[in-house]
C-alpha cells in the first residue's frame, strides 16, 4: 500500500516538473521563432516596397516619355497646320489679285466694245451711201444688181464646186486610211485597264497540316460534304499548307472558298454546319454580283439596264476568257467603244452600252448549244434593248449582219481589247510555235512566196508570186488556207487570211 501512494506521489510531481518544463522552455522558443519571422517579414516588406517604388519610377518615366512624344506630335500637326494657313493665305491674296486683274481687264473690253459698236455705225452708215452713189452711176438698183451678179457667178460657181468636190473626195481617199489609225491609236491610248488572270482552280492556303485532317473528316465525310454543297472538286493531297478547289465555274470556287474560309475560322466542321455556311455564303455572293453589276454600270454612266442584266454584269466579275477577266474586258471594251464613237460623231452612250453587253452571252445560267454572240443578243431582245444594241451584241463575230453603225464598232473596239499583247494569258512559247505554225501550213501550198503572222496571230498575209498563180487560184487558195486552219490548229477568236498577189513591171530610162 505504502509502494503504491508513494508511486503515484512520484507520478504526480513527475508530471507536474514536465508541465513546468515544457511550457516555459517552448515559451523561450516559440518567442524567438516569432521573433525571426517579423525580422523576415519586415525585410520582404522593405524589398517589396523598393520594387514598387521603382516599378512606379519606371512607369512615370514611361508616361512622361509617351506625353513628351504626344506633345512633339501635337506641336508638328500645330507646325504643318501653321504652313497650311499661310499657304491657303497665300492663295487667297493670289487669287485676289486676279480677280482684280480680271476685273480691269473686263471694264477695259466693255470700253472697246463700246468704240467698235460706234465704228460700225459709221461704217454702216458709209456704207449705205456708197451703194446709193452705185445705184445713181448705173442706173440699177441694188437687187437688180445682185440678180445680175448671181447669174454671171453661178456657172462659176458650178465649175469650182465640182471641182472643189473632187479634190475633196481625192483628199478623203488619201486621208481615210491615216484618219482611221488615228482614231483607233487615240482611243486606244484614252483607255487603258488592269488585266486579271483566272485559272481553273483555286488554292486555299492553311496555317498547318492539322486543319486537313478537319477538313476531310472521320471517314471523309466532311470533303464529301463540302463538294456536294458546292459542286467543287476539293484536291487534299501532300502540298504543305494548301488545298486545291477545282472547278470550271469560277462562282462555284469563290463559294467554296469563302466556305472554307469561315469554317476554318469558326472551328467547328461537320456536314450540318457545312451546309448552312455555304448556304450563307451563297447569298452572299450572289449579293456580290448585284452589286458588282450595280457598281459597273454606275461607274460606266449606263442607265435603265434590266435588273437581270446588271445580274448577268455583275456575274462577269468570276469569269474569264483565255486568261482575260471578262467584266474587265468588258468595261475595256465599252469605254473604246464611247471614245471611237465620239470621234465618228455618233452616239457614245449608245456604243458603251452594247460594248458592256457584247459579251453578256458568255454567262448565262444554263449552257445552250448556242454561240455566245447570238445567245447574247437573244438576251439582250429579251430584256427590251433597242434594235441597234441587240445587233451590235449579235454581229461582234459575223455571226448575224451588221444593220447599224454601231455593229463595226464593237467588233473592232472587242479585237482591240482581247488581240492586244498581254490581255489574255498564253505561254510564250506555245504564242511563238502557234505563228510558226501558220506560216509554216501556208508556206506549205505550191506558188505561196511568203508568208506573215501578225497581229497576234489574228491575221495571216500569204504573198503569191504572180507568175505561178492567177485572180481566181488566189481566191480558192484563201478558202483552202482558212480551212485548213480550222481543221488542223487550235486558237483563239478567228484568224484573218489575205492573201496578197501583185505584178510588177520594172524598166530602166537610160
Known amino acids: ?56 519610377l519606371n512607369k512615370k518615366a514611361d508616361l512622361e516619355k509617351e506625353v513628351s512624344q504626344r506633345n512633339q506630335k501635337i506641336q508638328q500637326a500645330e507646325n504643318r497646320l501653321k504652313q497650311r494657313e499661310m499657304v491657303i493665305n497665300q492663295r487667297q491674296d493670289e487669287l485676289q489679285r486676279k480677280k482684280n486683274e480680271a476685273e480691269a481687264v473686263r471694264e477695259n473690253l466693255e470700253a472697246q466694245l463700246g468704240i467698235i459698236e460706234k465704228k460700225k455705225d459709221e461704217l454702216d452708215k458709209l456704207q449705205q451711201q456708197e451703194i446709193e ?45 491615216r484618219e482611221a489609225k488615228r482614231i483607233v491609236i487615240q482611243s486606244i491610248q484614252r483607255v487603258a485597264t488592269e488585266t486579271a488572270i483566272e485559272n481553273s482552280v483555286t488554292v486555299f492556303h492553311i496555317e498547318s497540316d492539322e486543319i486537313k485532317g478537319r477538313i476531310i473528316g472521320r471517314e471523309g465525310r466532311n470533303i464529301r460534304a463540302l463538294e456536294a454543297a458546292t459542286g467543287v472538286e476539293i484536291v487534299v493531297d501532300d502540298t504543305p499548307e494548301a488545298i486545291v478547289l477545282s472547278a470550271f ?40 454580283i448585284i452589286e458588282t453589276g450595280k457598281r459597273t454600270t454606275i461607274d460606266l454612266g449606263i442607265h435603265g439596264l434590266h435588273p437581270e442584266l446588271i445580274r448577268i454584269i455583275g456575274k462577269m466579275k468570276y469569269r474569264s476568257s483565255y486568261g ?45 448549244e448556242l454561240p455566245h454572240a447570238l445567245l447574247g443578243m437573244k438576251l439582250a431582245e429579251k430584256y427590251k434593248e433597242k434594235a441597234d444594241i441587240c445587233n451590235a451584241i449579235g454581229a461582234h463575230h459575223d455571226e448575224v449582219e451588221m444593220t447599224s453603225l454601231l455593229a463595226p464598232i464593237v467588233q473592232v473596239c472587242d479585237a482591240i481589247s482581247g488581240a492586244r499583247p498581254g490581255a489574255r494569258r498564253e505561254i510564250v512559247e506555245a504564242y511563238i510555235k502557234r505563228l510558226n505554225d ?22 495571216l498575209r500569204v504573198i503569191v508570186g504572180a507568175d505561178k498563180i492567177d485572180d481566181k487560184q488566189t481566191e480558192s487558195l484563201s478558202t483552202e488556207i482558212a480551212k485548213k486552219i480550222q481543221d ?18 520594172v524598166s530602166f530610162a537610160k
Open 324 to 368: 482575260q477577266n471578262l467584266l474587265q474586258h468588258a468595261r475595256e471594251t465599252a469605254n473604246l467603244c464611247a471614245v471611237m464613237a465620239s470621234e465618228l460623231g455618233l452616239n457614245p452612250k449608245k456604243a458603251k452600252r452594247a460594248g458592256l453587253l457584247h459579251d453578256i452571252g458568255k454567262v448565262p445560267d444554263e449552257e445552250p
Open 438 to 459: 501558220l506560216e509554216q501550213l501556208a508556206m506549205s501550198y505550191p506558188g505561196v512566196t511568203k508568208t506573215y503572222a501578225i497581229q497576234a496571230g489574228r491575221e
Open 249 to 288: 465555274d469560277p462562282v462555284r470556287r469563290e463559294v467554296a472558298r469563302l466556305a472554307l474560309h469561315q469554317l476554318v475560322t469558326d472551328g467547328r466542321i461537320h456536314p450540318a454546319r457545312i451546309e448552312e455556311v455555304v448556304a450563307k455564303v451563297r447569298k452572299q455572293v450572289e449579293e456580290e
Open 488 to 505: 488542223e490548229m487550235t486558237y483563239p477568236g478567228q484568224v484573218k487570211i489575205t492573201v496578197i498577189r501583185e505584178t510588177r513591171s
Open 1 to 56: 500500500m505504502l509502494v503504491t501512494i508513494v508511486s503515484i506521489v512520484c507520478f504526480i510531481v513527475g508530471g507536474i516538473l514536465s508541465y513546468l518544463f515544457f511550457k516555459y522552455g517552448l515559451k523561450a522558443k516559440y518567442d524567438n521563432i516569432l521573433k525571426e519571422a517579423e525580422t523576415e517579414a519586415e525585410v520582404i516588406k522593405k524589398n517589396k516596397l523598393l520594387e514598387v517604388k521603382e516599378k512606379f
Open 133 to 177: 452713189k452705185l445705184e445713181t452711176i448705173s442706173g440699177l438698183s441694188a437687187d437688180e444688181a445682185k440678180e445680175r451678179l448671181v447669174e454671171n457667178l453661178k456657172e462659176e460657181a458650178k465649175t469650182m464646186a465640182a471641182s472643189y468636190i473632187n479634190d475633196i473626195v481625192d483628199d478623203a481617199k488619201l486621208t481615210a486610211g
